[in-house]
């Protein structure tokens, strides 16, 4: 199968409309790796390798950029992207190497088993996938074995249509697994002409920065360094929707404050921008607990105190979409 992703990058030949944006905040953070557990295996057994498209259900609507997937569509491991079927995909580079099951140069038995969860109730669900301990197809090529291995895993969140990229533990020996550079990042719009941009990041793989890079034909406008180590353990690149881009689902997280968190009483809720917000709350087991009502720019103080204890999801909504907050009753 084709590698839309990975075989476009290696030549850089990512792509986009020329009046695209980068629809996406990003920022870097670090929180402890935590392999899934009771999750769907995928491979089933099959040791799978780098030209290998695995397809894994979502579980509830997302969007990549403005496309609608039903579907996490994943080449190999190393990136995933909106579908197949298109002359132009979308999508998210986790890393620039080449990944195998480690099984792939054993006994054709797998041994990085790809598994996938969701989480959380509905309208706050979270898609995660995992592959687990994959080898590195270079490893296998230089030296005939993969004893070297990656673990990754990407969120979805329902809420936001957010996209986490999640680093876990790896031992890696050899930089030239990456070649010709060590880089993640987002690709839009790709096509088969090398026609486009990528957003690339760079530097520091704690702290990177975020660059665009115009392509023509194939060929980079401007020099990219990508980063300077494979992302250590924790490391998680979180990429959320940018207000005002004319595809965001959420009100604009700036306009929107709820708190406290944990209340007994009430629920505070500041809003700043000017279309009408409304707001319902609704228990984690779906209920409606009605509990709705509209608010201009302001300050709401909700009364949930004849709420029973437990946890509640506040669902806010103005011209923007829509965004859900969660909150515990003492």
Same mark, same amino acid.
């Given at each position: 199968?084709?590698?839309?992703?990975? %075989?476009?990058?290696?030549?850089?030949?990512?792509?986009?409309?020329?009046?695209?944006?980068?629809?996406? *905040?990003?920022? $870097? !953070? *670090?929180?402890?790796?935590?392999?899934?557990?009771?999750?769907?295996?995928?491979? %089933?057994?099959?040791?799978?390798? %780098?030209?290998?498209?695995?397809?894994?259900?979502?579980?509830?609507?997302?969007?990549?950029?403005?496309? *609608?997937?039903?579907?996490?569509?994943?080449?190999?491991? $190393?990136?995933?992207?909106?579908?197949?079927? #298109?002359?132009?995909?979308?999508?998210?580079?986790?890393?620039?190497?080449?990944?195998?099951?480690?099984? &792939? %140069?054993?006994?054709?038995?797998? @041994?990085?088993?790809?598994?996938?969860?969701?989480?959380?109730?509905?309208?706050?669900? /979270?898609?995660?996938?995992?592959?687990?301990?994959?080898? !590195?197809?270079?490893?296998?090529?230089?030296?005939?074995?993969?004893?070297?291995?990656?673990?990754?895993?990407?969120?979805?969140?329902?809420?936001?249509?957010?996209?986490?990229?999640?680093?876990?533990?790896?031992?890696?020996?050899?930089?030239?697994?990456?070649?010709?550079?060590?880089?993640?990042?987002?690709?839009?719009?790709?096509?088969? #002409?090398?026609?486009?941009?990528?957003?690339?990041?760079?530097?520091?793989?704690?702290?990177?920065?975020?660059?665009?890079?115009?392509?023509?034909?194939? #060929?980079?406008?401007? +020099?990219?360094?990508?980063?300077?180590?494979?992302?250590?353990?924790?490391?998680?690149?979180?990429?959320?929707?940018?207000?005002?881009?004319?595809?965001?689902?959420?009100?604009?997280?700036?306009?929107?404050?709820? &708190?406290?968190? +944990?209340?007994?009483?009430?629920?505070? /809720?500041?809003?700043?921008?000017?279309?009408?917000?409304?707001?319902?709350?609704?228990?984690?087991?779906?209920?409606?607990?009605?509990?709705?009502?509209?608010?201009?720019?302001?300050?709401? @103080?909700?009364?949930?105190? *004849?709420?029973?204890?437990?946890? &509640?999801?506040? @669902?806010?909504?103005?011209?923007?979409?829509?965004?859900?907050?969660? !909150?515990?009753?003492?």
């Amino acid at each position: 199968m084709r590698q839309i992703l990975l %075989s476009a990058l290696a030549v850089l030949s990512l792509s986009s409309g020329a009046s695209a944006q980068m629809p996406y *905040n990003f920022r $870097a !953070f *670090n929180q402890a790796y935590v392999p899934l557990d009771s999750a769907t295996l995928v491979d %089933s057994g099959y040791a799978w390798n %780098s030209n290998d498209l695995m397809a894994m259900p979502i579980g509830f609507p997302f969007r990549i950029d403005t496309i *609608n997937c039903s579907y996490y569509f994943s080449e190999g491991g $190393a990136s995933f992207l909106t579908d197949t079927a #298109n002359t132009t995909v979308s999508g998210f580079i986790m890393t620039s190497a080449s990944l195998d099951d480690r099984g &792939y %140069s054993i006994d054709s038995v797998s @041994h990085s088993p790809i598994r996938y969860k969701v989480t959380g109730p509905v309208g706050n669900r /979270i898609f995660k996938s995992e592959f687990f301990n994959a080898g !590195f197809d270079q490893q296998l090529q230089n030296y005939g074995v993969m004893t070297d291995s990656v673990n990754l895993q990407v969120w979805l969140y329902e809420d936001s249509d957010a996209v986490e990229m999640r680093y876990g533990p790896s031992l890696i020996s050899d930089p030239t697994y990456f070649s010709p550079i060590n880089f993640a990042g987002y690709g839009q719009d790709i096509d088969t #002409n090398g026609n486009g941009k990528i957003y690339v990041l760079n530097g520091n793989p704690a702290n990177p920065t975020l660059q665009t890079v115009a392509l023509l034909n194939g #060929n980079p406008a401007t +020099i990219f360094a990508g980063l300077s180590a494979f992302p250590p353990s924790g490391t998680v690149y979180r990429f959320s929707r940018k207000a005002g881009t004319g595809i965001s689902n959420v009100p604009d997280a700036e306009q929107v404050v709820v &708190y406290p968190t +944990i209340c007994s009483n009430e629920v505070m /809720i500041k809003y700043t921008g000017t279309d009408k917000l409304d707001y319902n709350v609704i228990a984690v087991n779906g209920a409606d607990m009605k509990l709705t009502g509209s608010l201009d720019k302001g300050l709401e @103080h909700l009364d949930v105190s *004849n709420l029973p204890a437990g946890m &509640y999801l506040l @669902h806010v909504q103005n011209a923007s979409g829509s965004k859900v907050y969660k !909150f515990v009753k003492q």
